[in-house]
């Protein structure tokens, strides 16, 4: 029940309509002449990613030439990418966005003044008011404050590759539903340690569970039975 409650909160919104671009209609001719053009969208990737999986699809009987190639890898790596936390991020990863490099350091300055509590903010810069950034808009990650803790960094890096990761905010589970979550997670494609999940799901439990904040309460041992009485 936890994993059918949280998964449509966790998962990428599959997009409906492909965002409008010059290379859109190459991409649909191209990836489309095999399958949905919409297949594996909802899959984000970095550039490397796409630009092997074009690859591939190539491979197996896509016709584009070399400069084709590159304009679909280029069509997938800026609306299909991984998601770019646009509060913590690089210039150079905020350029990913379709954005130049002017425009990126105008959002890494606005952003050390004062963080952008959400799209509206962030499409609302001055620097941004030509761009239209609705086809980007799934890409972008606008967290909630989390908690401060050793793990946070572990959560943040791995969780946040696939979705947003203020989403587990008001949340309150035990620890066999986060272990549970976590566990449908790394099966899903979560890469990651052993150590890094227990990390994982220690801070999950600890800041959104049946008492946030308070050290968890050690099990308590089943009581022994009693010694069956000795026949008369």
Same mark, same amino acid.
């Given at each position: 029940?936890l994993?059918?409650?949280? *998964?449509?909160?966790?998962?990428?919104?599959?997009?409906?309509? +492909?965002?409008?671009?010059?290379?859109?209609?190459?991409?649909?001719?191209?990836?489309?002449?095999?399958?949905?053009?919409?297949?594996?969208?909802?899959?984000?990737?970095?550039?490397?990613?796409?630009?092997d999986?074009?690859?591939?699809?190539?491979?197996?009987?896509?016709?584009?030439?070399?400069?084709?190639?590159?304009q679909?890898?280029?069509? +997938?790596?800026?609306?299909?990418?991984? &998601?770019?936390?646009?509060?913590?991020?690089?210039?150079?990863?905020?350029?990913? *966005?379709?954005?130049?490099?002017?425009?990126?350091?105008?959002?890494?300055?606005?952003?050390?003044?004062?963080?952008?509590?959400?799209?509206?903010?962030?499409?609302? *810069?001055?620097?941004?008011?030509?761009?239209?950034?609705d086809?980007?808009?799934?890409?972008?990650?606008?967290?909630?404050?989390?908690?401060?803790?050793?793990?946070?960094?572990?959560? +943040?890096?791995?969780?946040?590759?696939?979705?947003s990761?203020?989403?587990?905010?008001?949340?309150?589970?035990?620890?066999?539903?986060?272990?549970?979550?976590?566990g449908?997670?790394?099966?899903?494609?979560?890469?990651?340690?052993?150590?890094?999940?227990?990390?994982?799901?220690?801070?999950?439990?600890?800041?959104?569970? &049946?008492?946030?904040?308070?050290?968890?309460?050690?099990?308590?041992?089943?009581?022994?039975?009693?010694? &069956?009485?000795?026949k008369?």
């Open positions: 029940m994993a059918l409650f949280l *998964l449509p909160l966790l998962a990428q919104e599959e997009p409906k309509t +492909l965002p409008e671009d010059k290379h859109k209609q190459l991409y649909e001719n191209v990836c489309g002449s095999c399958h949905g053009a919409d297949q594996g969208i909802d899959d984000p990737r970095d550039r490397q990613g796409w630009h999986t074009v690859d591939r699809m190539v491979q197996l009987g896509a016709s584009a030439s070399d400069e084709e190639q590159d679909i890898v280029d069509y +997938l790596a800026k609306y299909f990418g991984m &998601p770019v936390n646009v509060n913590t991020a690089t210039a150079e990863e905020i350029q990913t *966005l379709g954005l130049s490099e002017d425009q990126a350091k105008a959002v890494v300055a606005a952003r050390d003044k004062e963080k952008f509590p959400d799209f509206a903010a962030f499409s609302a *810069l001055p620097a941004l008011k030509e761009v239209n950034l086809g980007v808009k799934r890409r972008l990650v606008f967290p909630k404050a989390l908690p401060q803790d050793p793990n946070r960094q572990t959560f +943040l890096n791995i969780c946040s590759a696939c979705h990761t203020d989403v587990v905010a008001g949340e309150s589970h035990n620890r066999e539903s986060w272990g549970a979550l976590v449908r997670m790394r099966d899903h494609g979560a890469h990651g340690s052993d150590d890094d999940f227990k990390k994982i799901t220690d801070y999950l439990v600890k800041y959104f569970g &049946p008492t946030p904040g308070a050290p968890e309460a050690a099990a308590t041992p089943a009581p022994a039975k009693s010694a &069956p009485a000795p008369q």
